[in-house]
């Protein structure tokens, strides 16, 4: 266990419909990251929060939205949904304090745009 | 051209056996490179570092060649215990971008 929850673990949304994600990242970790993961494809770097302010982003339309709390819980939110944002979305925490590469993820959130 | 890129494979190899993956990485200011394995339906996690020394760890081996921007996981005596997806991940400033993946098979 690495101490990253993330729900719900499955959805199924319709296109144009929104949806957000939510993560738990692990105790004292301030550090957390979302990736999206397609059927057979590697996962690609969503955004990274540190401290509650977005500090890194990958290609991603702006529908792509996120969160950090105070707690250093986290929140995906997706607009417009697309067939193509089907996935596995994961939720990777780490300390801010030493980037040694070891994220540690979630199980993540399955997600099924129809 | 992805930053990051892998034979998908899949590999079957017997058990015993030795295999090898190849990772190649474009951006040559990348600082840090790892091997991450992918379970079925799991999430990622470390399986190890790679540095330029190369690094071992039991039966796996990782080599990386900076020159060629190229860096390597070698198995020995798999075990069918082996069987995942083997990501290949490049930390780029502060954040890591992975690889397709190469997806291994043990068989007995």
């Known amino acids: 266990e690495t101490g990253v929850t993330q729900s719900p673990t499955h959805l199924i949304k319709t296109r144009g419909q929104q949806v957000t994600l939510r993560c738990s990242s692990q105790s004292g970790h301030n550090t957390v990251s979302w990736y999206q993961q397609a059927l057979g494809q590697g996962p690609q770097f969503i955004f990274q929060?540190?401290?509650?302010?977005?500090?890194g982003r990958g290609n991603f339309p702006p529908r792509f939205s996120g969160l950090q709390f105070p707690n250093y819980s986290s929140e995906l939110n997706v607009n417009a949904l697309e067939l193509d944002d089907s996935a596995l979305y994961l939720c990777a925490s780490r300390s801010g304090t030493e980037n040694t590469g070891e994220l540690f993820f979630g199980e993540g959130s399955r997600l099924t745009v129809l | 051209r992805k930053e990051v890129e892998q034979d998908p494979g899949p590999f079957n190899v017997p058990e015993g056996a030795t295999v090898a993956f190849n990772c190649t990485y474009s951006?040559?200011?990348?600082?840090?490179f790892f091997w991450y394995r992918q379970d079925c339906r799991k999430e990622p996690k470390l399986l190890m570092s790679v540095y330029s020394s190369g690094n071992e760890d039991g039966r796996f081996t990782a080599q990386l060649n900076r020159a060629s921007q190229y860096i390597s996981l070698l198995i020995r005596d798999s075990k069918l215990s082996d069987s995942a997806t083997y990501l290949c991940?490049?930390?780029?400033?502060?954040?890591?971008?992975f690889g397709t993946g190469t997806r291994l098979q043990v068989f007995p």
């Open positions: 951006n040559s200011a990348s600082q840090s």
């Open positions: 929060y540190y401290r509650e302010e977005e500090n």
């Open positions: 991940v490049v930390r780029n400033t502060d954040k890591l971008i």
